[in-house]
């Protein structure tokens, strides 16, 4: 079932508002400022193993506790910060994903003294394979398997599929030419 089915399908609630308002309004629209692609990294990392749900419930607690999804700050982050992240109850307090940010963070600062931005390395590579992705993301970032890549690179217009052909969400994407299209 895709994301645009669960949502129509589910009972009006919290719950509908708050997939519907990532649904309209954020997953597969192309993202171009670095802290917001390094955020939503950040964001797809820490659902593995959970519902997006509880990810996007605790979108603005992430925010607050890694900086505002600043890439030069938590690449700056120390043991002190470290261990503020795994006694912070609002977000998920996993060692593995709280060390992968950081260490993503300090991997983002070279790329983009390499090529300028985040979003400029991620460019470069725009014509590969979802296999070829991932492959990529596991030798250049921490906690990046399959599925993180692919809800990655779908969230944020590098793959096809983040709609439906009949999504009308798809045809306002389809106006902002997503990389996907760019092959």
Known sequence: MSYCTAIASMPNGDKKSLHKNYHDNHYGFPLHDDNELFGRLIMEINQAGLSWETILKKEALFRKAYSNFTIKKIAKYTN?????????????????KINAAIENAQTILVLQKEYGSFEKWLE???????????????????????EIVNEFLMSIGYLQGAHDDTCPIHKKILKQKPMWMKK
């Not at 979802?130 to 398997?145: A, Y």
């Open 80 to 96: 002190t910060d470290r261990k503020r992240l795994l006694a912070d109850a609002d977000i998920i307090r996993n060692r593995l």
């Open 124 to 146: 470069y590579h725009r014509s590969k394979t979802k296999e070829e992705w991932v492959t990529l993301f596991k030798k250049t970032f921490r906690f990046t398997g399959g």
